[in-house]
Protein backbone atom coordinates (compact mmCIF):
# COMPACT_ATOMS: atom_id res chain seq x y z
CA UNK A 1 0.00 0.00 0.00
CA UNK A 2 0.96 3.66 -0.47
CA UNK A 3 1.45 5.46 3.10
CA UNK A 4 0.37 8.64 3.80
CA UNK A 5 2.77 11.55 3.01
CA UNK A 6 2.76 14.25 5.63
CA UNK A 7 3.48 17.69 5.64
CA UNK A 8 0.72 20.06 5.59
CA UNK A 9 -2.14 21.64 2.88
CA UNK A 10 0.10 21.68 0.11
CA UNK A 11 2.79 19.32 1.12
CA UNK A 12 6.24 21.64 0.95
CA UNK A 13 7.95 18.02 2.43
CA UNK A 14 8.32 14.98 0.96
CA UNK A 15 8.11 11.08 2.28
CA UNK A 16 11.15 9.06 3.66
CA UNK A 17 13.19 8.21 0.66
CA UNK A 18 12.85 11.24 -1.67
CA UNK A 19 15.59 13.06 -0.70
CA UNK A 20 17.10 13.10 -4.53
CA UNK A 21 14.06 15.16 -5.54
CA UNK A 22 14.78 17.46 -7.89
CA UNK A 23 14.83 21.81 -8.07
CA UNK A 24 12.10 21.15 -11.12
CA UNK A 25 9.55 19.11 -8.96
CA UNK A 26 10.33 21.62 -6.09
CA UNK A 27 8.64 24.30 -8.16
CA UNK A 28 5.62 22.44 -7.84
CA UNK A 29 3.92 21.61 -4.06
CA UNK A 30 3.91 17.68 -4.21
CA UNK A 31 0.53 17.01 -3.30
CA UNK A 32 -0.58 15.01 -0.49
CA UNK A 33 -1.11 11.62 -2.04
CA UNK A 34 -2.72 8.44 0.01
CA UNK A 35 -4.67 5.12 -1.45
CA UNK A 36 -7.61 3.19 0.00
CA UNK A 37 -6.44 -0.37 1.09
CA UNK A 38 -7.21 -2.60 -2.37
CA UNK A 39 -7.74 -5.29 0.04
CA UNK A 40 -5.73 -8.46 -1.52
CA UNK A 41 -7.32 -7.83 -5.36
CA UNK A 42 -4.40 -8.80 -7.24
CA UNK A 43 -5.67 -6.40 -10.51
CA UNK A 44 -6.19 -4.14 -8.19
CA UNK A 45 -3.06 -4.50 -6.45
CA UNK A 46 -1.06 -4.08 -10.17
CA UNK A 47 -2.71 -0.73 -10.79
CA UNK A 48 -1.75 0.54 -7.29
CA UNK A 49 1.91 -0.60 -8.16
CA UNK A 50 1.59 0.96 -11.47
CA UNK A 51 0.48 3.94 -9.51
CA UNK A 52 3.07 4.34 -7.21
CA UNK A 53 5.73 4.47 -9.55
CA UNK A 54 4.37 7.20 -11.48
CA UNK A 55 4.63 9.21 -7.47
CA UNK A 56 7.84 7.66 -7.21
CA UNK A 57 8.85 8.92 -10.57
CA UNK A 58 7.38 12.77 -9.55
CA UNK A 59 9.00 12.56 -6.33
CA UNK A 60 12.17 11.74 -8.56
CA UNK A 61 12.05 14.94 -10.83
CA UNK A 62 11.35 12.49 -13.66
CA UNK A 63 7.78 14.87 -14.67
CA UNK A 64 7.84 13.49 -17.94
CA UNK A 65 8.07 9.82 -17.37
CA UNK A 66 5.32 10.02 -13.95
CA UNK A 67 2.72 11.89 -16.97
CA UNK A 68 3.15 9.20 -18.84
CA UNK A 69 2.84 6.46 -16.39
CA UNK A 70 0.14 8.37 -14.97
CA UNK A 71 -2.10 8.73 -18.11
CA UNK A 72 -1.37 4.78 -19.11
CA UNK A 73 -2.51 3.30 -16.15
CA UNK A 74 -5.79 5.54 -16.49
CA UNK A 75 -6.58 4.53 -19.77
CA UNK A 76 -5.77 0.78 -18.64
CA UNK A 77 -8.03 1.71 -15.31
CA UNK A 78 -11.14 2.92 -17.36
CA UNK A 79 -11.07 -0.03 -19.61
CA UNK A 80 -10.81 -2.58 -16.79
CA UNK A 81 -13.27 -1.23 -14.14
CA UNK A 82 -15.27 1.37 -16.27
CA UNK A 83 -14.49 5.36 -16.22
CA UNK A 84 -16.05 6.03 -13.04
CA UNK A 85 -13.34 3.98 -11.14
CA UNK A 86 -12.32 5.77 -7.88
CA UNK A 87 -8.66 4.39 -7.98
CA UNK A 88 -8.05 6.97 -10.99
CA UNK A 89 -8.37 9.72 -8.28
CA UNK A 90 -4.97 9.26 -7.14
CA UNK A 91 -3.51 8.91 -10.59
CA UNK A 92 -5.47 12.31 -11.75
CA UNK A 93 -3.74 13.99 -8.67
CA UNK A 94 -0.19 12.67 -9.48
CA UNK A 95 -1.05 13.52 -13.26
CA UNK A 96 -2.07 16.93 -12.00
CA UNK A 97 1.12 17.17 -10.37
CA UNK A 98 3.51 16.77 -13.07
CA UNK A 99 1.38 18.49 -15.86
CA UNK A 100 2.18 21.55 -13.38
CA UNK A 101 5.94 20.89 -13.21
CA UNK A 102 5.86 20.53 -17.07
CA UNK A 103 4.31 24.20 -16.91
CA UNK A 104 0.79 22.78 -18.91
CA UNK A 105 -1.78 24.30 -16.06
CA UNK A 106 -5.11 24.22 -18.34
CA UNK A 107 -4.09 20.13 -18.48
CA UNK A 108 -3.76 20.13 -14.23
CA UNK A 109 -6.85 21.56 -14.08
CA UNK A 110 -8.74 19.45 -15.92
CA UNK A 111 -7.24 16.41 -14.34
CA UNK A 112 -8.00 17.59 -10.80
CA UNK A 113 -11.32 18.54 -11.98
CA UNK A 114 -11.95 14.82 -12.89
CA UNK A 115 -10.57 13.57 -9.74
CA UNK A 116 -13.33 15.69 -7.87
CA UNK A 117 -16.12 14.69 -9.64
CA UNK A 118 -15.02 10.79 -9.42
CA UNK A 119 -14.78 11.73 -5.59
CA UNK A 120 -17.72 13.39 -4.96
CA UNK A 121 -19.64 11.18 -7.23
CA UNK A 122 -18.60 7.95 -5.32
CA UNK A 123 -18.00 9.34 -2.13
CA UNK A 124 -20.85 11.82 -1.73
CA UNK A 125 -20.69 15.77 -2.35
CA UNK A 126 -19.61 16.39 1.24
CA UNK A 127 -16.93 13.65 1.84
CA UNK A 128 -14.08 14.95 3.56
CA UNK A 129 -11.77 13.10 1.65
CA UNK A 130 -11.84 15.83 -0.80
CA UNK A 131 -10.48 18.25 1.38
CA UNK A 132 -7.15 17.44 0.19
CA UNK A 133 -8.02 17.85 -3.81
CA UNK A 134 -9.49 21.16 -2.76
CA UNK A 135 -6.27 22.55 -1.72
CA UNK A 136 -4.94 21.43 -4.35
CA UNK A 137 -7.35 23.56 -6.77
CA UNK A 138 -7.16 26.40 -4.71
CA UNK A 139 -3.63 26.35 -5.43
CA UNK A 140 -3.71 26.13 -9.07
CA UNK A 141 -6.26 28.84 -9.09
CA UNK A 142 -3.96 30.74 -7.13
CA UNK A 143 -0.95 30.29 -9.88
CA UNK A 144 -3.76 30.98 -12.87
CA UNK A 145 -4.64 34.31 -11.41
CA UNK A 146 -7.97 32.93 -10.41
CA UNK A 147 -8.16 34.00 -6.93
CA UNK A 148 -12.66 34.18 -6.63
CA UNK A 149 -11.79 30.47 -8.04
CA UNK A 150 -9.83 30.00 -4.98
CA UNK A 151 -11.62 31.62 -2.34
CA UNK A 152 -14.76 29.46 -3.55
CA UNK A 153 -12.87 26.51 -3.35
CA UNK A 154 -11.67 27.61 0.41
CA UNK A 155 -15.41 28.46 1.46
CA UNK A 156 -16.64 25.38 -0.13
CA UNK A 157 -13.52 23.39 2.21
CA UNK A 158 -14.88 24.83 4.87
CA UNK A 159 -18.50 24.38 4.43
CA UNK A 160 -18.49 20.63 4.50
CA UNK A 161 -15.92 20.36 7.18
CA UNK A 162 -18.85 22.73 9.17
CA UNK A 163 -21.44 20.09 7.68
CA UNK A 164 -19.54 16.89 9.32
CA UNK A 165 -18.74 18.45 12.51
CA UNK A 166 -21.15 20.48 13.42
CA UNK A 167 -20.79 24.90 14.30
CA UNK A 168 -19.33 24.24 17.82
CA UNK A 169 -17.43 20.80 17.52
CA UNK A 170 -13.41 21.40 18.51
CA UNK A 171 -13.30 19.15 15.17
CA UNK A 172 -14.23 22.66 13.28
CA UNK A 173 -11.42 24.83 14.82
CA UNK A 174 -8.95 23.46 12.43
CA UNK A 175 -11.34 24.69 9.78
CA UNK A 176 -11.91 27.92 11.43
CA UNK A 177 -8.08 28.81 11.16
CA UNK A 178 -7.66 27.46 8.02
CA UNK A 179 -10.63 30.06 6.58
CA UNK A 180 -9.53 32.55 8.72
CA UNK A 181 -5.92 32.78 7.78
CA UNK A 182 -6.73 32.31 3.93
CA UNK A 183 -9.47 35.63 4.21
CA UNK A 184 -6.65 37.80 6.42
CA UNK A 185 -3.42 36.78 3.50
CA UNK A 186 -6.41 37.49 0.42
CA UNK A 187 -7.39 40.63 2.61
CA UNK A 188 -11.02 39.77 3.75
CA UNK A 189 -9.67 41.30 7.03
CA UNK A 190 -13.47 41.68 8.44
CA UNK A 191 -13.74 38.31 7.58
CA UNK A 192 -11.05 36.52 8.91
CA UNK A 193 -11.86 38.66 12.25
CA UNK A 194 -15.20 36.98 12.66
CA UNK A 195 -14.21 33.70 11.93
CA UNK A 196 -10.99 34.51 15.00
CA UNK A 197 -13.86 35.82 17.16
CA UNK A 198 -15.70 32.19 16.55
CA UNK A 199 -12.74 30.32 17.35
CA UNK A 200 -11.85 31.86 20.31
CA UNK A 201 -15.76 31.51 21.63
CA UNK A 202 -15.99 28.11 20.56
CA UNK A 203 -12.15 27.51 22.69
CA UNK A 204 -13.70 29.10 25.80
CA UNK A 205 -16.64 27.27 25.68
CA UNK A 206 -14.71 23.96 25.75
CA UNK A 207 -11.46 24.56 27.47
CA UNK A 208 -11.72 28.13 29.45
CA UNK A 209 -10.89 31.22 29.55
CA UNK A 210 -7.00 30.53 30.22
CA UNK A 211 -6.05 27.22 27.97
CA UNK A 212 -3.28 27.22 25.74
CA UNK A 213 -5.55 26.95 23.15
CA UNK A 214 -7.07 30.09 22.97
CA UNK A 215 -3.78 31.65 21.49
CA UNK A 216 -4.00 30.88 18.84
CA UNK A 217 -7.14 32.52 17.88
CA UNK A 218 -6.26 35.94 20.19
CA UNK A 219 -2.98 36.14 17.80
CA UNK A 220 -5.18 35.89 14.46
CA UNK A 221 -7.15 38.68 16.08
CA UNK A 222 -4.22 40.70 16.51
CA UNK A 223 -3.26 39.90 13.20
CA UNK A 224 -6.67 40.96 11.66
CA UNK A 225 -6.29 44.84 13.45
CA UNK A 226 -2.52 45.28 12.23
CA UNK A 227 -3.71 44.11 8.48
CA UNK A 228 -5.86 47.69 8.81
CA UNK A 229 -2.51 49.71 9.52
CA UNK A 230 -0.46 47.79 7.38
CA UNK A 231 -3.07 46.44 4.54
CA UNK A 232 -0.14 44.88 3.05
CA UNK A 233 1.01 42.02 5.28
CA UNK A 234 0.71 38.98 3.91
CA UNK A 235 -1.40 40.07 1.23
CA UNK A 236 1.19 41.03 -1.59
CA UNK A 237 0.59 38.09 -3.72
CA UNK A 238 -3.22 38.55 -3.78
CA UNK A 239 -5.48 41.43 -5.54
CA UNK A 240 -8.16 42.83 -2.95
CA UNK A 241 -11.47 42.23 -4.08
CA UNK A 242 -15.52 41.28 -2.51
CA UNK A 243 -15.63 37.69 -1.58
CA UNK A 244 -18.68 36.11 -2.02
CA UNK A 245 -18.93 36.33 1.79
CA UNK A 246 -20.06 39.74 1.24
CA UNK A 247 -17.25 40.94 3.87
CA UNK A 248 -15.62 44.14 3.11
CA UNK A 249 -11.79 43.94 1.68
CA UNK A 250 -9.06 45.73 2.23
CA UNK A 251 -9.80 48.32 -0.31
CA UNK A 252 -12.88 49.31 1.33
CA UNK A 253 -11.13 49.91 4.68
CA UNK A 254 -9.36 53.41 4.56
CA UNK A 255 -8.55 53.81 7.79
CA UNK A 256 -9.60 58.01 7.99
CA UNK A 257 -10.70 58.11 11.23
CA UNK A 258 -7.91 58.72 14.22
CA UNK A 259 -10.29 56.96 16.75
CA UNK A 260 -10.93 54.40 14.57
CA UNK A 261 -7.34 53.78 14.39
CA UNK A 262 -6.75 54.14 18.65
CA UNK A 263 -9.79 51.43 19.00
CA UNK A 264 -8.24 48.91 16.52
CA UNK A 265 -4.69 49.65 18.59
CA UNK A 266 -6.30 48.76 22.21
CA UNK A 267 -8.39 45.63 20.81
CA UNK A 268 -5.10 44.00 19.34
CA UNK A 269 -3.15 45.16 22.37
CA UNK A 270 -6.07 43.32 24.72
CA UNK A 271 -5.49 40.17 22.48
CA UNK A 272 -1.63 40.13 23.00
CA UNK A 273 -2.22 40.76 26.57
CA UNK A 274 -4.74 38.57 26.87
CA UNK A 275 -1.70 35.88 25.46
CA UNK A 276 0.90 37.00 28.07
CA UNK A 277 -2.08 36.32 31.29
CA UNK A 278 -2.88 32.90 29.41
CA UNK A 279 0.95 31.84 29.43
CA UNK A 280 0.73 33.79 33.54
CA UNK A 281 -2.07 31.08 34.39
CA UNK A 282 -0.45 28.03 33.82
CA UNK A 283 1.68 26.02 36.65
CA UNK A 284 4.69 25.83 34.30
CA UNK A 285 5.50 27.19 31.05
CA UNK A 286 8.65 27.24 28.79
CA UNK A 287 10.42 30.77 29.77
CA UNK A 288 10.54 31.51 25.51
CA UNK A 289 7.53 31.24 25.03
CA UNK A 290 6.55 33.64 28.03
CA UNK A 291 9.22 35.99 26.71
CA UNK A 292 8.23 35.61 22.92
CA UNK A 293 4.62 36.75 24.18
CA UNK A 294 6.14 39.66 25.53
CA UNK A 295 8.21 40.58 22.47
CA UNK A 296 5.12 40.28 20.40
CA UNK A 297 3.69 42.57 22.53
CA UNK A 298 6.29 45.04 21.97
CA UNK A 299 5.98 44.30 18.29
CA UNK A 300 2.29 45.59 18.39
CA UNK A 301 3.59 48.90 20.09
CA UNK A 302 6.28 49.09 17.37
CA UNK A 303 3.99 49.00 14.70
CA UNK A 304 1.24 51.67 16.10
CA UNK A 305 5.09 53.84 16.97
CA UNK A 306 5.02 53.32 20.58
CA UNK A 307 8.64 53.00 21.16
CA UNK A 308 8.50 53.47 24.97
CA UNK A 309 5.97 50.71 25.11
CA UNK A 310 7.83 48.42 22.90
CA UNK A 311 11.27 49.20 24.74
CA UNK A 312 9.60 47.75 27.95
CA UNK A 313 8.02 45.14 26.42
CA UNK A 314 11.44 43.84 25.35
CA UNK A 315 13.27 44.58 28.32
CA UNK A 316 10.34 42.75 30.42
CA UNK A 317 11.23 39.38 27.87
CA UNK A 318 15.20 39.81 28.52
CA UNK A 319 14.18 39.81 32.59
CA UNK A 320 12.15 36.44 32.68
CA UNK A 321 14.72 34.71 30.33
CA UNK A 322 17.65 36.13 32.25
CA UNK A 323 15.74 35.07 35.47
CA UNK A 324 15.16 31.57 33.74
CA UNK A 325 19.51 31.37 33.91
CA UNK A 326 20.06 31.91 30.40
CA UNK A 327 23.38 33.68 29.99
CA UNK A 328 23.24 37.14 29.65
CA UNK A 329 25.59 36.72 25.86
CA UNK A 330 22.40 34.37 24.94
CA UNK A 331 19.69 36.76 25.45
CA UNK A 332 21.12 39.77 23.81
CA UNK A 333 21.70 37.91 20.74
CA UNK A 334 18.40 37.75 20.38
CA UNK A 335 18.07 41.20 19.98
CA UNK A 336 21.82 41.67 18.40
CA UNK A 337 20.30 41.98 14.65
CA UNK A 338 17.44 44.67 13.35
CA UNK A 339 14.21 42.04 12.86
CA UNK A 340 11.96 43.10 10.64
CA UNK A 341 8.82 43.58 11.88
CA UNK A 342 6.31 45.18 9.24
CA UNK A 343 8.73 45.15 5.84
CA UNK A 344 6.83 44.65 2.40
CA UNK A 345 9.02 44.76 -0.45
CA UNK A 346 7.14 45.40 -3.75
CA UNK A 347 7.18 43.58 -7.23
CA UNK A 348 6.65 44.90 -10.39
CA UNK A 349 2.86 45.58 -11.83
CA UNK A 350 2.08 44.01 -14.91
CA UNK A 351 1.71 46.19 -17.90
CA UNK A 352 -1.16 46.87 -20.02
CA UNK A 353 -0.35 45.84 -22.87
CA UNK A 354 1.88 42.68 -22.26
CA UNK A 355 1.87 41.94 -26.14
CA UNK A 356 5.94 40.98 -26.99
CA UNK A 357 6.98 41.20 -23.59
CA UNK A 358 8.89 38.59 -21.81
CA UNK A 359 9.27 37.23 -18.16
CA UNK A 360 12.45 38.72 -17.16
CA UNK A 361 14.64 38.54 -13.83
CA UNK A 362 15.27 41.97 -12.18
CA UNK A 363 17.11 43.43 -8.86
CA UNK A 364 17.68 46.18 -6.38
CA UNK A 365 20.16 46.50 -4.26
CA UNK A 366 19.32 48.99 -1.43
CA UNK A 367 21.83 49.75 2.31
CA UNK A 368 19.84 51.53 5.23
CA UNK A 369 20.43 52.06 8.80
CA UNK A 370 17.77 51.38 11.64
CA UNK A 371 17.37 53.58 14.68
CA UNK A 372 16.41 52.93 18.21
CA UNK A 373 12.86 53.24 17.04
CA UNK A 374 13.02 50.83 14.56
CA UNK A 375 12.78 52.95 11.87
CA UNK A 376 15.23 53.08 8.64
CA UNK A 377 17.27 56.02 7.84
CA UNK A 378 20.12 56.72 5.84
CA UNK A 379 18.47 54.56 3.20
CA UNK A 380 20.23 54.24 -0.47
CA UNK A 381 19.88 52.30 -3.32
CA UNK A 382 23.26 51.24 -4.46
CA UNK A 383 22.62 49.40 -7.92
CA UNK A 384 19.38 47.95 -9.69
CA UNK A 385 19.17 46.14 -13.09
CA UNK A 386 18.36 45.86 -15.95
CA UNK A 387 16.17 48.83 -15.65
CA UNK A 388 14.65 51.39 -13.03
CA UNK A 389 11.99 49.60 -12.57
CA UNK A 390 11.30 49.44 -8.69
CA UNK A 391 14.08 52.11 -6.86
CA UNK A 392 11.46 54.66 -5.94
CA UNK A 393 9.45 51.94 -4.57
CA UNK A 394 11.53 49.63 -2.45
CA UNK A 395 12.91 52.99 -0.98
CA UNK A 396 10.02 54.28 0.37
CA UNK A 397 9.26 50.51 1.63
CA UNK A 398 11.75 50.37 3.21
CA UNK A 399 11.21 54.01 5.36
CA UNK A 400 8.09 53.09 5.83
CA UNK A 401 9.34 49.83 7.41
CA UNK A 402 9.49 49.01 11.23
CA UNK A 403 12.31 46.85 12.91
CA UNK A 404 12.70 45.47 16.45
CA UNK A 405 16.01 47.38 17.19
CA UNK A 406 19.21 46.52 18.59
CA UNK A 407 18.89 46.10 21.83
CA UNK A 408 21.79 46.11 24.29
CA UNK A 409 22.08 45.17 28.18
CA UNK A 410 18.45 46.22 27.69
CA UNK A 411 18.99 49.50 25.53
CA UNK A 412 18.40 49.88 22.08
CA UNK A 413 21.15 51.23 19.80
CA UNK A 414 21.46 52.36 16.20
CA UNK A 415 22.77 49.98 13.93
CA UNK A 416 25.36 49.59 11.34
CA UNK A 417 25.03 49.68 7.34
CA UNK A 418 22.51 47.19 6.72
CA UNK A 419 22.71 45.73 3.17
CA UNK A 420 20.41 43.64 1.09
CA UNK A 421 19.05 42.40 -2.22
CA UNK A 422 15.42 42.51 -3.74
CA UNK A 423 15.13 40.03 -7.08
CA UNK A 424 11.82 40.55 -8.58
CA UNK A 425 10.20 39.50 -11.84
CA UNK A 426 8.73 42.12 -14.28
CA UNK A 427 7.46 41.49 -17.62
CA UNK A 428 9.92 43.79 -20.15
CA UNK A 429 10.97 44.15 -24.14
CA UNK A 430 13.20 40.54 -24.99
CA UNK A 431 16.50 41.50 -25.47
CA UNK A 432 17.96 42.28 -28.82
CA UNK A 433 19.80 39.44 -30.71
CA UNK A 434 23.10 40.01 -30.76
CA UNK A 435 24.05 41.51 -34.81
CA UNK A 436 26.14 38.55 -36.88
CA UNK A 437 30.05 38.61 -37.35
CA UNK A 438 30.83 40.27 -40.79
CA UNK A 439 31.37 37.54 -43.06
CA UNK A 440 35.31 37.03 -42.72
CA UNK A 441 35.46 39.04 -39.54
CA UNK A 442 38.37 37.56 -37.41
CA UNK A 443 37.05 36.52 -33.80
CA UNK A 444 37.77 38.59 -30.57
CA UNK A 445 41.03 37.10 -29.34
CA UNK A 446 42.03 35.22 -32.48
CA UNK A 447 43.99 37.60 -33.98
CA UNK A 448 47.61 36.60 -34.60
CA UNK A 449 49.94 38.80 -32.14
CA UNK A 450 52.62 38.43 -34.78
CA UNK A 451 50.80 39.91 -37.65
CA UNK A 452 48.81 42.69 -36.46
CA UNK A 453 49.04 44.91 -39.57
CA UNK A 454 47.57 41.92 -41.73
CA UNK A 455 44.37 41.72 -39.28
CA UNK A 456 44.06 45.55 -39.65
CA UNK A 457 43.83 45.63 -43.33
CA UNK A 458 41.55 42.30 -42.99
CA UNK A 459 39.46 44.77 -41.18
CA UNK A 460 39.38 47.31 -43.74
CA UNK A 461 38.12 45.01 -46.26
CA UNK A 462 35.32 44.49 -44.04
CA UNK A 463 34.17 47.20 -43.95
CA UNK A 464 35.32 48.41 -40.29
Known amino acids: MLSALLAGPFLAALAQGAESLSAEAMATEVPELTMAPVENDPEREEFARRIRLALIQYQGGRAFEARRTASD ?3 DLQARFGPWDQQQVLALRIL ?12 ATEA ?12 GLHDLSQLPLLNEMTQLALKQGDFEAGNQLQEYA ?3 RQRAHGEDSPDLLPALYSLADWYLSSGNVMGSRSLYERALAVSEDLYGETDLRLIRALKGLAGSFRAERFPGAGQDDTPAFTFSTGAANRAALPIEDERMMLGRYSQGENALARVIEIYEAQETIDPRRYADGFIELGDWHLVFDKWTAAALRYRQARDILLAAEWEEAEVDALFDSPTPVV ?5 ARLPYDRAGLERQLGYVDYAYRVNTRGRTFDVEITDFGPEDV ?6 RALKEARFRPIMVAGEAVDSEIIQGRHEFSFLGAPPAPEPDAP ?9 PEAEPAAATADDN ?3 L
Open 343 to 347: LHLPE
Open 439 to 447: EGDAPEGDV
Open 73 to 75: ALD
Open 390 to 395: LNFRLK
Open 96 to 107: AAAEQTLGDLDS
Open 461 to 463: DNG
Open 112 to 123: LAQAQYLNRMNL
Open 158 to 160: FYI
